[in-house]
């Protein structure tokens, strides 16, 4: 359930520039495989499918190949003597 839920948090990164929070429209499914409702064959099936849009979104992803080093590290430094 945790590596769909990655993998589908992964697509939507590539293929928006944002990272999700909320699995919206797969919390049912998702919900329903942690319970053991649904087989692993069918899991299986969805995470190669997962997958594969995955290699696809990072092909013509809007991110850029390498993050800003500098702005992360500053926003980190103001959150971190926020919560002082």
Not at 15 to 33: M, R, S
Not at 54 to 71: N, R, V, W
Request: glycine share 6%; with cysteine.
């Amino acid at each position: 359930m945790h590596l769909l839920r990655l993998l589908i948090a992964g697509v939507e990164t590539l293929e928006h520039g944002e990272l999700p929070v909320h699995v919206g429209k797969h919390g049912d499914q998702l919900l329903a495989i942690k319970r053991g409702e649904i087989a692993f064959d069918e899991c299986e099936k969805w995470r190669k499918s997962l997958q594969l849009k995955l290699d696809a979104a990072l092909e013509h992803s809007p991110l850029p190949e390498k993050p800003d080093y500098a702005a992360a590290n500053d926003w980190l430094i103001r959150a971190r003597r926020s919560r002082i």
